[in-house]
């Protein structure tokens, strides 16, 4: 067993394996060999499978070193010109679902498809992607590199042992990486997993470019109720979850700010009250009233979600954008729904970003 320090700022031992067409074995706490049962309910035998426990992230087979994910000194950002940088990366197909029995998340990598990518030299692009679960200890995964098509196959099976609560409060952020003719991160998506279950799932995931800038991946739960008769829309703050953890030691504390908008204006503002972080969630369940009639066409709602720190500092982390002209599908649909059925409570969970 090799201890490997990775250069990024995450630095703990990380080991690698592989398994093959053999079951997987693990050791229990008394130094003993056990067999991992799971390791017979592929569907597909030809599918390759790598097996992690729920502590570091280890794989369970022959060990052999593998860098840290999302290390800033060996990943570098693809650097594209003209209009290459309005061309999408491509897709990737996933498959997830959550064996409660023995409190294990499979996630099969299937295929990538359409993708674009560019490279600098005349070597055929080789690809493969980088996984990690955004939990307060990340759990972190590999898959082998391939020459990149138009059809680039995987389907490999990565299996960890992890809590089902903790999981569905956290995401899937898939990286896809080009090694040839030198190693970079061309772009990235991300998959919430509270809706994670029995039942495998299938989800088709856009590549987005890559950012240098640390993303956030957390997700706000918010609900409408719009009230014709009194002139007002409530809006429920509900919960956040994924929130970014901390290298401190101290609990991190968050708050929600409201903006209502008119043509680029602020008319007023609202804000929650800052609550503290418990395994990467927040609840609020707070209710905030703003005058809003059935008239007010071109009215939108600016969420934004801080993090309070020490000294009255706060950070911005993103925002979700309510209305009719928002570029989120999901928050349009969320304030027409309210707008159109008066006195319905519409709920919906958003994902934040920049402004």
């Known amino acids: 067993m090799i201890n490997f320090m990775s250069p990024g700022s995450l630095r703990r031992p990380t080991l690698k394996t592989r398994i ?20 017979f309910d592929l569907s597909n035998p030809q599918g390759h499978v790598q097996r992690y426990d729920s502590v570091s992230s280890i794989q369970s087979s022959t060990c052999s070193i593998q860098d840290s994910f999302g290390s800033s000194r060996s990943l570098e950002s693809i650097i594209l ?17 959550y064996e409660e029995a023995v409190e294990q998340v499979w996630i099969t990598l299937v295929k990538c498809t359409g993708l674009n990518v560019y490279t600098e030299g005349a070597e055929p692009p080789r690809i493969g992607v980088k996984g ?13 590199v391939k020459e990149a098509s138009a059809d680039t196959l995987f389907m490999e099976t990565f299996v960890f042992t992890l809590n089902l609560e903790q999981l569905r409060s956290s995401a899937l952020v898939l990286c896809l990486q080009a090694h040839a003719p030198r190693k970079r991160t061309l772009g990235e998506c991300v998959l919430s997993l509270r809706t994670l279950g029995p039942q495998e799932t299938q989800h088709w995931l856009d590549f987005r470019t890559h950012s240098k800038t640390r993303v956030c991946h957390a997700e706000l739960q918010l609900a409408l109720c719009f009230q014709p008769v009194s002139s007002r829309m409530q809006l429920h703050i509900l919960s956040a979850q994924n929130l970014p953890t901390s290298s401190s030691p101290l609990t991190q504390s968050f708050f929600v700010k409201v903006d209502m908008l008119s043509d680029g204006r602020v008319l007023l503002k609202r804000k929650t009250k800052v609550m503290k972080s418990s395994g990467g969630r927040v609840q609020w369940e707070e209710v905030l009233l703003l005058p809003i009639t059935n008239q007010d066409k071109n009215l939108q709602l600016a969420v934004k979600l801080y993090r309070s720190g020490s000294v009255r500092r706060k950070h911005l982390l993103g925002q979700v954008l309510l209305g009719f002209d928002s570029s989120s599908p999901e928050a349009v649909e969320q304030w027409k729904d309210s707008m159109t059925n008066p006195e319905k409570v519409v709920t919906s969970w958003h994902r934040v970003s920049r402004p």
């Open 20 to 39: 093959g067409n053999t079951p997987g074995t693990g050791w229990d706490n008394n130094g003993k060999q056990r067999l991992s049962h799971s390791m």
């Open 81 to 97: 010109s003209g209009d290459e940088r309005d061309h999408e990366l491509g897709k990737v197909c996933v498959h997830m679902r």
């Open 132 to 144: 990690v679960i955004t939990m307060k200890k990340q759990v972190r995964f590999k898959s082998t």
